[in-house]
């Protein structure tokens, strides 16, 4: 089904279902939001963060209502609906307290007499295309950087999170923001070409997959605009030894079924030392079986929730089933549902040959593929044998030994016995084909900023 739909993932129901913008939508769309970037650069910092501080409380307020959104939109559990919000909340909230200690101007020294200073200047429109996984947290980590900075919004959020992402202009405007200086846009692929085009528009960030990721940067290049592109990953998570291998195999195993598996830099291959590795995967197996589909609305104990929609989880378990075809072993899971419904059981997955398609495949569901390993220089290598460059974690008992690792790892985002760092400071962002440009903290501020010089003679 094509368009903006709000469709029950666990059911297949279509609740509601919007147009999409006509051209003359988007023109006027684009119009707004130049005209309210004259407005809003105009006012100060101060201004801007108080306003980009009350869009964190109205999402505060409005928690129960707006995780009630995604949880029918794409299948999130109320209970990790509101977890996202609230992390969203913290994003758009430090921002509004510490943005503008950020972007404050920098003398540097110069050998010309006078003043020279790097200033952070807003350059007008930008894009953002927006995933369905995370709805709230994708859009805080661009939305509320750029408003702090003075930069207006267009918003072109997934077909199958119209009421999340309608949601969020309403509070955008109620928090103050002008009118046109946040909007949400129901495009066509067509249209969001168009906008890239727009000499209006001056940059583009996109989370999505790295077919997207060509795509808009191909768009983006050609029209000489700025590009943020954050796309998939196949991360590791290296297990080089513990004390207890059974919590280790815990924190991989819920983390890595975390939002259904549809996490991007979820722990997609677990690399484990022959020693641990037969008690590691046995836990994984324990953990996995007993589970029943469940209502993402209402869940219960041992019950999982569905994927965003029934395509997503056909596509899971047709790559399962390509990896079995190629001599991997499936030990538990991996059952599709009958019917229209999107649930697709938890699985664990091992011995995938290392010269299989499947092995280079990116897994965006709740598929736990485990690899065997003898040594830490074994380890490396497969944990770099990949496309893709988004996060790594190397778990040990000897943290200097797992430091060594992970300073080797191929990655934009690197950890040591925690799998995933993410907090509203923290830098978020790959290398390789895992894309460019970071989001978030200091470093991310700055990807649609004019840093620009400022020198005073004297």
Not at 88 to 115: C, F, M, N, Q, R
Not at 242 to 258: G, H, L, N, Q, S
């Amino acid at each position: 089904m094509s368009g903006y739909r709000v469709q029950n993932p666990a059911t297949g129901e279509v609740v509601e279902a919007f147009e999409t913008a006509t051209d003359a939508q988007i023109e006027d769309a684009v119009a707004a939001a130049d005209s309210a970037y004259g407005e809003w650069r105009g006012r100060s910092v101060q201004e801007r963060a108080a306003v980009v501080r009350r869009v964190a409380e109205l999402f505060e307020e409005r928690k129960d209502e707006l995780a009630g959104h995604i949880a029918l939109e794409m299948g999130k559990s109320i209970a990790e609906a509101i977890d996202e919000v609230e992390f969203a909340a913290s994003i758009i909230e430090y921002y509004g307290v510490h943005g503008p200690g950020l972007i404050t101007d920098v003398e540097i020294p110069s050998t010309i007499p006078g003043k020279a200073y790097i200033e952070h200047r807003p350059i007008g429109v930008l894009l953002g295309v927006m995933p369905w996984n995370f709805p709230y947290y994708q859009v805080a980590r661009f939305a509320a950087p750029n408003l702090l900075l003075g930069n207006t919004i267009l918003l072109k959020h997934a077909e199958i999170c119209p009421r999340s992402s309608l949601a969020i202009q309403t509070i955008m405007e109620e928090a103050g923001v002008p009118v046109g200086g946040y909007q949400n846009v129901f495009a066509s692929h067509d249209q969001i070409a168009a906008m890239i085009a727009d000499p209006r528009v001056q940059g583009v960030s996109l989370t999505g997959s790295e077919r997207a990721g060509a795509i808009i940067g191909a768009q983006a290049g050609r029209h000489l605009k700025k590009a943020v592109l954050e796309l998939g990953g196949i991360d590791p998570m290296i297990v080089l030894d513990a004390d207890d291998v059974a919590a280790v195999a815990k924190k991989a195993w819920d983390f890595r079924v975390y939002n259904g598996g549809q996490v991007c830099n979820s722990n997609k291959r677990l690399i484990v030392m022959d020693d641990i590795h037969d008690e590691f995967v046995a836990e994984l197996v324990r953990l996995a079986e007993g589970l029943v589909p469940g209502d993402q609305l209402d869940l219960a104990e041992g019950e999982f929730v569905p994927l965003s929609t029934r395509t997503a989880a056909e596509t899971v378990d047709a790559q399962v089933q390509r990896a079995v075809a190629a001599g991997a072993t499936l030990l538990a899971g991996g059952v599709l549902s009958d019917g229209p419904g999107a649930h697709y059981s938890p699985a664990v997955l091992v011995g995938v040959p290392r010269d299989s398609d499947s092995y280079r495949e990116e897994i965006f569901g709740p598929v736990a593929t485990v690899y065997r390993v003898s040594s830490d220089e074994e380890a490396l290598a497969l944990a770099n044998d990949c496309d893709m460059g988004l996060g790594g974690s190397v778990f040990s008992t000897d943290e200097a030994r797992a430091a060594r690792i992970a300073a080797q790892l191929e990655a934009g985002m690197t950890h040591v016995n925690i799998i995933a760092a993410e907090a509203a400071e923290l830098p978020f962002g790959g290398v390789k084909r895992s894309g460019f440009g970071r989001e978030m903290g200091p470093i991310g501020i700055g990807e649609f900023a004019n840093r620009r010089l400022s020198f005073v003679a004297g």
